[in-house]
């Protein structure tokens, strides 16, 4: 529950004192429930004098030194690893219990990468509680690009002086030389504080704030019509939430009320970068691109259950949001020879939201329970739809076009059946209707029926089985074309979250436990999805996945772990190259296998464990596109990963145990979007010339633990 | 009706006695205890041979039966797994007499630091805060959770079979159970679970009841782990590895090329899914899919002023968030993923193929970022001239 409620975030500062001002009044009254215990029990004999309550200080530290045999950003792409060299390694955690309530947890982890965190917890359990974070979260993107942008990292890019434009990336006789490496990278840092009140018995409110700092930069790209170049786009993010909630629990009835406020600054407005080509038009040498705009979100929250009879149970939520954008929008275009004016200064942009569900769920007899519930989910785009001058690339003055602000309403109503046919067997069955209308779409209303039926064996823990079937259809309204959209789409295309469909899964899982040592878990899961009214767009798609794993207690001081399974994503899609019927056909078939072993043994009666783990992933991607023309299938895009993971825990004294760790992991890559793509292999797009990542890493551990 | 002969049986075989410790009407606090202690005691083989029936006891059963009979008509029955029915009463409805005598000491007479099972660490939880009222250890401790002691309505099948879990067993017999949670428990998972909903019934668990884990007969203790001090599945590290127990799919999806970091221990399942119910179908903490993902991609969230329309409905439509062989956890690469929806004259529909690799004419719509190298606002623009996503 708490876990839940430590999602954290920051606020403006107007809002703090307010809510402190609500809270105060309520917090002064500190009292919590009086204990729930049956008319006629008497337990003032119930001394607990065995009982060990925790009171005083306890806790853990570690310390110690690691090493990184290589430097990859995809190995450490989100543990902090990526550079070569050794690290610190630091964690710990402390609890202090007063023996009255009052209680403090510090955890600390990773101190010596960026991927540490601290978190405080602490107050007074039954009033009070309050809890401060720092969490951080990074992400190495890419270490292998390059780019002759000077300034790359910022808002404005620059060439350097030397730079000669060409009309194609061949020509760019200052490329070679001006390369330079830039990482692409983004970090996140995020603080957090969060206060929890139980200001009376039953009540229970909560304020949390969450601040995120990301700061880094990705990978993007900028054309004058078709000369393309690759940039670096600056990314430098703060993203406030607050979240402030009042709980009330009964017995009978529970609700909460919440609201949720987010709001995302970016510190750059726009990304300004330099030609690298001979401008088409004069005034082109310079392009403007947007970046994410500042936005907010406010959202209130309710839910609630009620439990109408101890068979029967209601409980809804509803949720009422506006999302809005108004940042000041760029001009059409910086090239200096063209002027085109703005209907608005601002986008005005805004998106009311509406999402509720209710649900009646019932055990009517001892063998039937049944389930009703419904979801509605409205998106309501209140964006001024006009029509505004636009530039085409900083190059062209192009046709007026409007803008459409899409809104979507969904509408789903379920309907479930469980029956106990004898001790072992559960059946169980349901149907769901689901409408949604769009507007500014192809099409207008989808209406999807879906029926589903499973049955499960359930004994004890010896076998847990359980084999579900659904089948699924969707219709479509209509399509029509959308006038808007010019040129305009080929009128045999359905796109397939709006064509009529037809859906079949099937899912088995088994847990076997066929003895006290063994555990099985075994799972199969297949899914088909035809479009067969699509002429042109996806018109199949299929998934098949097996999956098991078992573990194995092979004696008192050894256990044994091991899992395994097979994905395989498949899906068919028709195009046509002449604006009429399916001239050509397109295949994807993924596959991805895997499988992991882990052992552990004890020796030396407990004092030392000696662990191994090896993991390997195999992931393939075929592509096949079919023209008539020989050469249809592309080279297979390939990643495989492999890794093994040793480990010893020593315990050198009671409280103090030495920990070895050492950690192999192997990554090979194929990607024909990147293999042999350097900066100037496209002659029409400057690209970042990323290599597909492959790295052998090894990685050392050693640190101590000493509990007290 | 089948359940209160087997009262009626009960009482004449074993004293009425035993008989009353219904749920409804219990019975006069001291001469009961006096008597339940005593035939807690004895195994029930002596029992059923040493007592005598008197016709007042009797008469007083039939009438405290044939109230519970009419009470429990009021209240649902939940199915045992053995085909018997047990009220799914609460602990505040049965009687005093069903509990232990002195509570966690008797219980810890053998549930101690040598016990088989550890238990001792509950202490070190919020679960045993004396302190703070609203916790087992202020209350009915270990019986909070784990239910009376000593056999009674609550428990009639237990009690039919084989008397009290704290009573004197015979040597080699097995002792009969308390209610008691996990993959070996006897209980069903209704039961096991109504024991936690007792308390933990706001908040996240308001929707439990009819959410797709609790259809589908998950016990809260498949889950969490009470009798430690660090539930794993309450920590990013370590939750993971707790739901890929159920859902194996999953833990190859975070090994694939482009993954959430969730094998990493930054983020745990439970920064998305909400695991105790929803409204959506898969689970999720903000009420709709696109709100989940802006918590931590809130610079997609716009709105724009040119939209992209999948992006404004629903980011699955192009992307799968656990993991994927393409870059930025895609279904599909660029151009086909593209080509799904585009089929405008000109180059949307060209079929891009091999021709189009380095080895032959390099395409600027296949390779690099393929489409994204010009339409590089896929997720929407907010710049007057952001038409066609190229600014």
Redesign the interface.
Known sequence: MMKRDMKVTVTSGQLLPVMLCLLFPLCAAGETTIVDVPAGVDISDWVCQYCVFERGFSGDVEAGIGSVSDDSFKFGEYNGLYDDGPFLIGNATARYRDGNAGHLDLRVRELGLDTRSVEIEGGRQGKYQLFLQYDGKPHYISDSAMTSYLGSGSDTLQLPPEWVTAGSTGGMTALAASLRDIDLKAERKRTGVGIAFIPASKWRTAVNFRHEVRNGQKKTAGSFFFNSAQLVEPVDYVTDEVEASVTYTTRKWQAKLAYFGSFFRNQNESLTWQNAYNPIVGGADTGQRALPPDNQFHQILLSSGYQWSERTRVSGDIAIGRMEQDEALLAATINPTLGVALPRTSANAQVDTLTGNLKVDSTVSNKLRLNVSYRYNDRDNRTPSEVLDWVTTDAFVALPRRNLPYSFTDNTMSLGAAYRLDKATRLRGGYEYAKKERTNQEVDETQESTFWAKVGVHVREDIDMSLKAAHAERDASGYHLVTETDPSQNPLLRKYNLADRSRDTVSFHAGLSPNERMSIGLGFDFSNDDYSDSALGLSESQEVGFNGDASVILSDVTSLHAFGGRQRIKSEQAGSQTFSTPDWLAKNDDTIDSFGIGVQHQLMQHKLVVGADYVLSRSTGRIRVETGAPGADFPVLKADLDTLKLYADYRLKDKLTLHVAYWYESYDSKDWMLDGVDPDTVSGVLGLGEDTPRYDVHAVMISTRYRF | MASSLRHLVFAYRHGCRSACGTTIL?AP?SMYRQRCGLLSKLPIRKRARGLSLSMPLLLWCLLTVAVANAGQAL?????????S?VS?T???????VE?S?????TC??CH?EDAEYPV?DI??T?H????????P?????CEACHGPGVSGALFMEQALRAGSHVGKVRRGEKRPPIINFG??S?EPAAVQNGMCL?C????????W??SVHE???VTCASCHTIHTAHDPV?DN?TQPNVC???H??E??DF???SHH?VS?G?LGC?DCH?SHGA?TSTLL?R??LN?TC??CH??????????H??V???CT?CHVPHGS??PALLT??PP?LC????????HP???????G???AT???L?????C???H??VHG????????L??
Not at chain 2, 101 to 105: E, F, P, R
């Open positions: 219990p606090d209240q649902p029955a939940e199915q045992v797994g053995k085909g029915e799914n609460t602990p505040a409805s049965v009687s005093a509990y005598k002195k509570g966690a000491d810890m007479k101690n001792l202490f070190k919020k045993a805060v004396k302190a703070d009222s609203r916790t250890f202020a209350g009915l401790q993959p070996k006897d007792q933990h019934k706001g908040g996240s668990h308001i929707p009841q009819g259809t589908a007969e309450l590290m890929f127990k159920c194996l799919k833990r190859a090994s694939k090329p970091p990493s930054q439970s909400a409204g903490i009420p709709t709100e802006y918590t809130a610079e997609k969230r716009g709105p724009f002023l040119w939209e329309a999948p404004a409905e629903e439509l062989i393409h599909k690469r086909l080509q799904q929806c585009h089929s405008q004259l000109g529909s060209v079929a891009l193929t091999t021709q690799l380095p080895s390099p395409s600027a296949l390779l690099a970022g393929s994204t190298n010009c590089s606002q623009s907010n710049h007057p001239s952001g038409v066609k190229m600014r």
